[in-house]
């Protein structure tokens, strides 16, 4: 295979995400740098899957897009482009895209670009919507319509204009290496982040010439309200970073993790493109107030890929903050889950230090054969969707891959070594 051994397969997989150079560079439609994003065409969160097994959020949100796209004038017309086929799904992952909660990405909807400059590896994902009632939610009332016409006509047009003015764009591993010090953790909390983009950007968008000031400061009051802006540049940088690490195509890292609302997919090194699923988990945490879990959502979106570099519910002890918020108690229960995540990853990034963790830099590499060994799955923080389509978020907590996914990994790759059970 190229290599003695799967460690030293699995290293040079370390290496890749450890020497990846990601830049935020442009937005741009969609359809300008995904090409089978066509007419009728949606993009989704998670491995494969058909319109009728999706969950009423996913749903809800396939609806919104094809509003906001025109294919149709009301929601009743939409259902029925749905349910008579003629709407054609492609999952994000498939495309060099990722997309929030129900992932669904259509032909005019602007998309963060993210470089790998290392690599050359792009990805993609839409730009993140604020909170409410949104479309990764499920909800597509005309305010929600609304909002994505504007993030389209205004909000994208400007921060293209404001990155094309940098020479390379933004370096992404600079702003998760000043947050990741901040307290954030990239999955729930991206505050400081946010900040440290809004920080750099800023500035450059008082001085575009060329765009009105009404719209640049609509863009910055957006962005200074929109704590969870960089939790989507934190995704298109995960899945620029692990399709080049993908490029080893041996050993046993797990280079993706997404769910749909139906199932959990991991993808690992040695099995390039293909996924392991299994039926997906619901998110365990805390509510909104009014909501219980009897009202959640199973769990979906591809924003899953930060753990899959170390970051999210991997690197808990990097954001004590957040802990209560996603119910999982305080300092001493963030320590013991990044500790316990220790046991199933083959490293740690020296890019992304914790001053909580003893200056430790954080997982990486998730290895499935310690997780089949172990019984350890990765935690995932995740935000918690109202299972009917159109309340949007009721709560936050963390949910866990299931362990069938990691087995059936193993099990293949161990048939393609040609090792007989």
Not at 42 to 53: Q, S
Not at 224 to 230: K, W
Not at 352 to 358: A, L, S
Not at 370 to 382: A, D, H, L, Q, R
Request: with cysteine; aromatic share 8%; net charge negative.
């Amino acid at each position: 295979m190229g290599f003695r051994t799967i460690n030293e397969a699995n290293e040079a997989v370390i290496q890749k995400i450890i020497v990846a150079a990601p830049f935020l560079t442009d937005v741009v439609p969609a359809k300008s740098v995904i090409p089978e994003l066509k007419e009728y065409v949606l993009l989704h969160a998670g491995p494969p899957m058909k319109y009728e097994n999706m969950t009423d959020p996913m749903q809800g949100s396939c609806v919104g897009a094809i509003l906001f796209e025109g294919w149709a004038k009301d929601e009743e017309g939409a259902r029925d482009l749905l349910e008579n086929d003629q709407i054609t799904f492609i999952p994000c992952h498939h495309v060099n895209a990722v997309g929030p909660m129900g992932g669904i990405t259509s032909p005019n909807m602007p998309v963060l670009v993210v470089v790998n400059k290392e690599s050359g590896h792009e990805a993609y994902c839409q730009m993140n919507e604020g909170i409410g009632a949104v479309l990764r939610f499920g909800a597509y009332n005309e305010q929600v319509i609304n909002r994505l016409h504007w993030m389209k006509d205004v909000l994208g047009p400007v921060l293209s204009k404001a990155l094309r003015t940098l020479d390379e764009g933004l370096n992404v591993n600079v702003l998760f290496a000043k947050a990741i010090a901040m307290g954030d953790e990239f999955h729930q909390r991206n505050i400081a982040a946010s900040l440290a983009f809004l920080k750099e950007i800023a500035p450059i968008i008082t001085s575009l010439e060329d765009v009105e000031k009404e719209q640049c400061t609509e863009v910055i009051q957006f962005l200074a309200d929109t704590d969870q802006f960089f939790l989507n540049i934190a995704m298109a940088a995960g899945k620029a970073m692990m399709d080049a690490a993908r490029t080893i195509e041996h050993g046993t890292v797990v280079t993706a993790m997404c769910r749909n609302g139906e199932n959990f997919g991991i993808r690992i090194a040695g099995m390039g493109d293909e996924w392991f699923t299994a039926p997906v988990n619901t998110p365990q945490g805390l509510y909104f107030t009014g909501y219980s879990a009897e009202d959640a959502n199973t769990d979906m979106g591809d924003s899953a890929i930060t753990e899959t570099i170390g970051v999210g519910g991997m690197a808990m002890i990097a954001a004590p903050a957040v802990t209560r918020f996603v119910g999982t108690g305080g300092f001493n229960d963030a320590l013991e889950t990044s500790n316990q995540m220790t046991e199933i990853c083959i490293s740690e990034n020296p890019n992304f230090v914790i001053p909580t963790w003893d200056f430790k830099g954080a997982c990486l590499g998730i290895d499935a054969r310690k997780v089949v060994e172990t019984g350890i799955t990765p935690v995932i923080n995740t935000g918690i969707a109202h299972k009917i389509a159109g309340y949007g978020q009721i709560g936050a907590g963390t949910v866990h891959p299931p362990i069938e996914c990691f087995e059936k990994a193993i099990t293949a790759y161990a048939e393609k070594l040609g090792f007989k059970g």
